[in-house]
């Protein structure tokens, strides 16, 4: 049985929108109609913990170099 082809998180479109409190985010876009929709699904997922963690462990840093300032 072929695996099936792997989605990544740039192969899905990108699109810039304003946040509430007026920063602005990128959102991965993923076509409900689309016949790959459970894997562009997880794509996008994917990058999106990819992202909060990174920007997790940068609060982290800064708040752990603040303190031993």
Do not use: H, W, Y
């Amino acid at each position: 049985m072929p695996k099936p082809k792997q989605i990544r998180p740039s192969d899905l479109p990108t699109k810039r929108v304003q946040a509430p409190d007026g920063s602005m985010i990128q959102m991965k876009v993923v076509q409900a109609n689309s016949a790959t929709f459970a894997l562009d699904m997880l794509a996008a997922f994917r990058s999106n913990v990819r992202r909060i963690k990174t920007e997790q462990r940068k609060r982290a840093r800064a708040q752990q170099d603040a303190a031993q300032a």
